[in-house]
């Protein structure tokens, strides 16, 4: 089987970390966001990746390439020289995806959840029309695009984008299995799937809605990148419990990569990610954070829903809190406060930042 | 002989420095240390043929105020009284109302000085100068240099260049007179007393004119009696060839509010090096790391892994924990700072409590380091409706949970605080 992931372009609601890696790349609970996809997709048996990206990165190749050996299956990429909307990009990888008559996995790059390849092909076959939708139920539709269906057979009736009144609470989770056939609805232009595909779909009782069980999340920006880590890290506990470290000192949930070098009298989570190599020294106090790889947080510093970036260095007694997000190699130096600090790659902050700003 | 009044004020005095004065009488905050009052006196007992220090104010009885006395009395030898105003009288007035107790003993001159400036006290010096200067005994201002701007929220001198007499003398001008600034630390002969016996003369006339404009006669007496040195002496007395400037280049402030308590302190911890080298702190095994200049009493008990200063002065039966950081604070008597907890530029008050990797920290108002002549910037608690960050101030008996952040803000005594706070006044 194969597989689409809107992969887009610069990742720009997650920058200062897309400015160094490419979105795909960047490490969600110490393994690269796309990786978290495609070794899901694979496990369902698709057996070649198609990533359909607006902009083309070296690194992002290179990585790819290492991927197809260790997982064994094929991974394409499609770039699209202009902007082709959410559809167009189904249109530039025809080929790829209607060699033969199995349905194909379109996803966007930016969620995360207990991913259910397996339960959709179920239930697409089982339906048999062109297109299957993924729904998760939210607590506030209206920031999102809203599906109404027919509960008992998942029949899409329509689409209401950021609902004013309640109408549904169930919103478009971004994953999709569509029949090849599907594809000639699309032309290669700059085309909406939501605003122009969908609709005509739905009237013509082509598409249907399978509601996601379990936890669900855009982890595009920093803020839901980290409540999609807490959620992401519940469900480790509740699957694979052993993943995660325990002990004195650390509460909730906390994974630490192995290489991690932990303090004295550090009292960490819940809802920490340790990366490798990083390194807290004594007397650290961390909740809600992640830590990517080689950073390293002083004694006796504080820090609360931060991202801290590879290679940063947090000095000592410094507070960090309400989604501080540090690029690649910052250095914090000591005993300052971050409230809301958005700090670009290799930047060196030597004065407090007591309002949410960003520091270029 | 020679004698030396301190004008301390009274309660309704430096409400400037509030919470902080709502537990001990200013002139009693201890800076860099000790009493604010005993830098004074200290620099005073110096002084050979200093026979008596006397505190001139309207605080009623303490007993911060008579321990202080009492301890004072015994460290330095000479006599300490405290001579109690009916009412607030000025500064001119209270010296006046006292003049037989403050002459008798006939002292040939004596210093009067304000409790809450900070200064080397240059009293050696000023007593050479007056005897230099005037045809007999004059009176002496001890004058300091300001920049224009700042000058006008002081009392401005204009100086004559060869003399040193005082030309002109007006207290807090609307525009730039001089930038010789008053300290507020002057020397009279007892000469003085007629000069100020004149304006109550005419004050006393002045009622008897206006009595019947509807006001209760038994204020008329004390109305007389209110009498200020600088508006009402030193202005008539400019250019009348009896009042001069000892200009001084070394250090001076004013303490009117918690944040200029942290410059003073630092002045004064500086001053240590040559006074009082005993009463700071250095690095030793198993003793906490100290930067800077640090005050420690020995009662307090402090884990080894805490870095201390520069400019902090930690009080009696203080508790640091492991891991703590404290710069630019003065940490008061029985308070505990929890582990790993970070204090900067922040006063915090008797038996206060600062929980776990908590973080109190306020701004300091220091004067411009790039202007030698800057002083602290006139304080105002509010500009454009929104409360100016400054030093954070606990009150008495404060409890911070663990894990928050206090920042600018001023909270008031015995309060148990649940969350962090920023640029407020926490009632």
């Known amino acids: ?43 369902a048996g698709v057996s070649h990746v198609i990533l359909a990206v607006s902009y083309m990165s070296e690194l992002l190749e290179r990585e790819m390439r290492a991927q197809e050996e260790r997982l064994g299956i094929t991974i394409s990429l499609s770039h699209e020289k202009e902007p082709l909307g959410t559809a167009g990009p189904l249109a530039l990888a025809r080929e790829l995806l209607s060699d ?16 259910p390849f397996e339960d959709m092909l179920k239930f697409h076959k089982h339906h048999g029309k062109e297109g299957t939708i993924v729904v998760t139920k939210v607590e506030e539709p209206s920031k999102y695009g809203v599906v109404v269906y027919e509960g008992e057979t998942g029949s899409i009736h329509r689409f209401v984008e950021k609902p004013q009144v309640f109408v549904s609470n169930k919103i478009n989770a971004g994953m999709y299995i569509f029949s090849p056939s599907m594809l000639q609805r699309i032309q290669l232009r700059p085309t909406s799937i939501e605003k ?7 009237e013509q009782g082509h598409l249907y809605a399978m509601e996601l069980q379990g936890f669900w999340m855009d982890i595009g ?11 992401y890290l519940q469900s480790v506990r509740q699957q694979t419990p052993e993943r995660l470290r325990t002990g004195p000192g650390f509460h909730g949930n906390v994974l630490v990569d192995p290489t991690a070098v932990i303090g004295e009298n550090c009292s960490i989570g819940p809802n920490v990610t340790l990366g490798a190599g990083v390194v807290l020294e004594d007397g650290v106090r961390i909740k809600r954070c992640t830590v990517l790889k080689g950073a390293r947080v002083r004694s006796h510093s504080w820090l609360e829903s931060c991202i801290v970036g ?21 250095i914090v130096n000591d005993e300052l406060y971050l409230n809301g600090a958005n700090v670009l790659p290799h930047k060196s902050i030597t004065d407090s930042v007591p309002e949410p700003r960003i520091i270029m | 002989m020679l004698k030396t009044v301190i004008l301390i004020g009274g309660p309704q005095k430096g409400t400037r420095f509030r919470p902080l004065s709502f537990e001990v009488p200013k002139p009693l905050f201890p800076v860099a240390g000790v009493p604010m009052l005993q830098h004074h006196i200290e620099a005073c007992a110096k002084i050979p043929n200093m026979k008596e220090i006397l505190l001139i104010g309207f605080y009623q009885p303490n007993e911060e105020l008579n321990r202080f006395l009492m301890c004072a009395q015994q460290d330095f030898k000479v006599s300490i009284r405290y001579l109690q105003e009916y009412a607030a009288l000025g500064t001119g007035g209270g010296i006046y109302h006292f003049r037989d107790q403050i002459l008798s003993g006939a002292p040939e001159a004596f210093f009067v000085m304000n409790a809450d400036v900070c200064s080397e006290f240059p009293l050696p010096e000023m007593l050479a100068f007056q005897k230099e200067h005037g045809d007999t005994y004059s009176f002496v201002i001890l004058g300091t240099t300001a920049n224009r701007k700042q000058s006008m929220n002081y009392g401005c001198i204009v100086e004559n260049q060869q003399t040193n007499e005082v030309l002109h003398y007006v207290e807090k001008p609307s525009t730039f007179v001089s930038d010789i600034i008053n300290c507020g630390i002057y020397l009279f002969t007892p000469d003085i007393f007629q000069h100020i016996g004149t304006v109550f003369q005419k004050n006393q006339q002045d009622m008897l004119l206006y009595a019947d404009e509807g006001d209760e006669q038994s204020n008329g007496w004390h109305r007389a009696e209110v009498i200020r040195l600088e508006q009402d002496i030193f202005t008539a007395l400019a250019g009348q060839g009896k009042l001069y400037v000892y200009k001084t280049h070394r250090f001076w402030s004013q303490i009117k509010s918690a944040g200029s308590a942290i410059y003073a302190s630092r002045l004064y911890l500086n001053q240590y090096h040559q006074t009082h080298p005993e009463r700071l702190a250095t690095n030793k095994d198993g003793g906490p790391k100290i930067s800077g200049n640090v005050y420690i009493h020995p009662t307090a008990n402090i884990d080894p892994t805490a870095v201390l200063g520069p400019n902090v002065s930690i009080g009696t039966d203080v508790t640091i924990g492991a891991g703590v950081r404290v710069r630019e604070s003065i940490i008061l008597h029985g308070a505990t700072l929890q582990d790993h907890s970070c204090v900067l530029n922040s006063i915090v008050g008797w038996d206060s409590t600062i929980g776990k990797w908590s973080r109190v920290e306020g701004t300091p108002s220091d ?12 304080e105002t608690l509010f500009r454009d409706g929104k409360l100016t960050p400054s030093i954070t101030i606990l009150g008495c008996n404060v409890n911070i949970p663990s894990e928050v952040i206090i920042l600018n803000s001023i909270v008031l005594p015995h309060k148990d605080l649940n969350r962090s706070f920023k640029n407020q006044i926490i009632l």
Request: one cysteine or more; glycine letters at 6%; aromatic letters at 10%.
């Open chain 1, 1 to 43: 089987m194969k597989a689409l992931i809107l992969v887009g372009g610069y990742g720009t609601r997650l920058r200062p970390l897309t400015l160094s890696v490419p979105k795909p790349l960047v490490d969600f609970c110490n393994k690269p966001i796309l990786l978290h996809q495609v070794e899901a997709l694979v496990n």
């Open chain 1, 221 to 231: 920006q920093p803020k839901d990148f980290l409540t999609g880590m807490c959620m």
């Open chain 1, 196 to 202: 122009e595909i969908f609709p005509v779909m739905a």
């Open chain 2, 367 to 378: 004067p411009n380091p790039n202007d030698p002549y800057a002083k602290m910037d006139s």
């Open chain 1, 100 to 115: 033969n008559e199995e349905p194909f996995f379109v996803l966007n790059s930016d969620v995360i959840c207990d991913f």
């Open chain 1, 310 to 330: 590879w290679s940063s260095s947090v000095g000592q007694w410094v507070r960090m809190e309400n989604v501080t997000v540090l690029g690649e190699d910052v």
